[in-house]
């Protein structure tokens, strides 16, 4: 258990849906970072949080928005769904502002879209 | 912007040594990392370069080279369970905040 809790594992939902996936970061963690990764693919940047701010974004489609609570977890709404956006997606969280010894991931939501 | 190149696959004999290259064009530069990812698992942190030279950590080391640009991933007496993907990482500042760029990954075969 690396400390990330990622909730659901799987999820199967049709195109045009809306889902959410779930992300509480390690404990002390101030950073949470999502992470999509389709099939035999690298790893692509969304969007980070720092301590409930949004800090960077990456290639995140318009359909998808994220937020982080004051307790620190992170929801990513990815909405009217496509096939292709079946992937596996992965929170990471960090250590904190000034040190840095690796991002930490969750085991991951797998989305399939049918 | 970041970019970072790995090759795609790379195979290797269980007991021996292989070596994964990364090399990187970024706009901003503080460290380079890597992970460690099975299949359909969550990626692993294994290492962590901010400066010139080689860090050691069991059977895994991770060399860096900042005036080219350059770092690899040496994993020694490999065992079948070393089999997995393996990702560089750069990033770009010092702050937490910074996010890390991922390269697309190396697959690595080990066979008997």
């Known amino acids: 258990d690396s400390g990330v809790t990622q909730t659901p594992k799987h999820l199967i939902t049709a195109t045009g849906q809306r889902v959410t996936l779930r992300c509480s970061p390690r404990s002390g963690d101030l950073s949470v970072y999502w992470y999509q990764q389709s099939l035999d693919q690298g790893l692509q940047f969304l969007i980070q949080?720092?301590?409930?701010?949004?800090?960077a974004k990456g290639n995140i489609l318009e359909r998808f928005s994220a937020q982080q609570f004051p307790d620190l977890h992170s929801e990513l709404n990815l909405s009217s769904l496509e096939l292709g956006d079946s992937a596996l997606y992965f929170c990471?969280?960090?250590?904190?502002?000034?040190?840095?010894?690796?991002?930490?991931f969750g085991s991951g939501t797998r989305l399939t879209v049918v | 912007g970041q970019s970072l190149e790995q090759p795609s696959e790379v195979t290797a004999v269980e007991g021996a040594i292989v070596q994964i290259n990364c090399t990187y064009q970024t706009s901003g530069f503080y460290g380079l990392s890597w992970y460690q990812q099975h299949d359909g698992g969550a990626p692993t942190f294994l290492s962590y370069?901010?400066?010139?030279g080689l860090e050691e950590t069991g059977r895994f080391s991770s060399f860096l080279s900042r005036s080219d640009s350059y770092g690899y991933l040496l994993l020694q007496e490999l065992q079948m369970k070393d089999s997995a993907s393996y990702f560089c990482?750069?990033?770009?500042?010092?702050?937490?905040?910074?996010?890390?760029?991922f390269g697309t990954g190396t697959k690595l075969q080990v066979i008997p």
């Open positions: 949080y720092y301590n409930g701010e949004e800090r």
């Open positions: 990471a969280s960090s250590v904190g502002h000034r040190s840095f010894y690796g991002y930490t």
């Open positions: 370069n901010a400066l010139d």
């Open positions: 990482a750069v990033r770009p500042g010092a702050g937490g905040y910074q996010k890390v760029t």
